[in-house]
């Protein structure tokens, strides 16, 4: 990859495609192609199909998705399905037809079944039920991975998936009706520290462990995997090929109460938390095993609370945009 190869990030905006943009820029590639939804949506056939005739990209970060929280995931079912099949299949399609020398497809830990071994290894993919609060979105991902290998095998494409665990990090998504864990809790006990409340309530049990990365971490680790990494380095001997994704984490886990009280010294909060076991835990245990990316060369860098000190101060800055 050049520093002048025409690069199409889709979902420049969000919290992924926002820290791969970063990346690329400070690593000197300036050809970008970046689109909003506005511009373009990804849902629409032609119009996709009519973009790549036109930027002609080379290479392709999908990052694009319609992406929530628990109660987002499993109120909003349908819409989670059908939006990221669509958004897959056009780009995954596109970019083979107008050739496309890589394709990094981002996936999702939910992929991976409720109950399976710890650490996840990326063998454990389709070998039990998933978690049923996230389905949609899981099974829509899993498709998505399995269509970049499957045209890899039939037509000789380079699409590389990417599974990364729960990420955080600049341009988060801080409404807490379809957030993820980490911003949803700096949002409450920001708002419980300037309101001077003594208690802030926690969405289950606080005993689920998950492990978490930082996002800007997530596109060091995408921007190695188009310079390094290809379809060919992921096969061995087996009579079928499975499962050539990659797992994306640091390999270390964390309670949702120990990530509570990380959050609480950050934001200096000195109240107490109150944990609501009447809401839903998802799945309680789930840490990726990152041994087959860390043996091709790459590992994480931003420790846990580290990287909640990053997001914090940039919440911080940017308040009177997010609300």
Not at 58 to 73: F, H, M, R, T
Not at 126 to 134: A, C, I, S
Request: charged share 20%; net charge neutral.
């Amino acid at each position: 990859m050049n520093f002048d190869s025409r690069i199409y990030v889709a979902g420049h905006k969000g919290l992924v495609g926002s820290a791969i943009v970063r990346k690329l820029e400070l690593s000197g590639y300036e050809n970008l192609i970046v689109k909003t939804h506005s511009e373009l949506d990804l849902t629409d056939q032609l119009n996709v199909s009519l973009f790549f005739k036109k930027e002609k990209p080379e290479y392709v970060i999908l990052a694009a998705a319609k992406v929530g929280g628990i109660e987002a995931n499993n109120t909003y079912r349908a819409d989670f399905i059908f939006q990221n099949l669509q958004i897959q299949n056009n780009v995954i399609h596109q970019s083979y037809i107008h050739g496309v020398k890589k394709l990094l497809f981002l996936g999702s830990s939910c992929i991976y079944p409720k109950h399976t071994p710890q650490p996840i290894n990326e063998e454990s993919l389709l070998m039990g039920p998933l978690e049923y609060t996230n389905e949609p979105y899981a099974i829509a991902k899993i498709a998505g991975m399995k269509m970049c290998e499957s045209y890899n095998l039939q037509y000789g494409t380079n699409f590389i998936s990417l599974m990364p665990t729960n990420l955080y990090g600049k341009n988060d998504n801080f409404d807490l009706k379809t957030s993820h864990v980490i911003p949803a809790l700096i949002k409450k006990i920001h708002d419980a520290k300037q309101q001077s409340l003594t208690k802030v309530e926690i969405w289950g049990s606080g005993e689920p462990i998950r492990d978490f990365l930082y996002s800007d971490d997530f596109a060091d680790s995408s921007l190695f995997a188009l310079q390094n990494i290809n379809f060919e380095d992921l096969l061995d001997n087996k009579e079928y090929v499975t499962n050539t994704h990659i797992n994306v984490g640091t390999g270390v886990g964390v309670s949702i109460k120990e990530l509570s009280l990380i959050i609480k010294k950050v934001v200096n909060y000195k109240g107490e938390f109150i944990f609501n076991t009447l809401k839903p835990d998802g799945t309680m245990l789930k840490v990726i095993d990152v041994g087959k990316i860390n043996s091709l060369g790459w590992g994480h860098k931003v420790n846990l609370e580290d990287g909640i000190n990053l997001l914090y101060n940039w919440y911080l800055r940017n308040l009177k945009n997010l609300t």
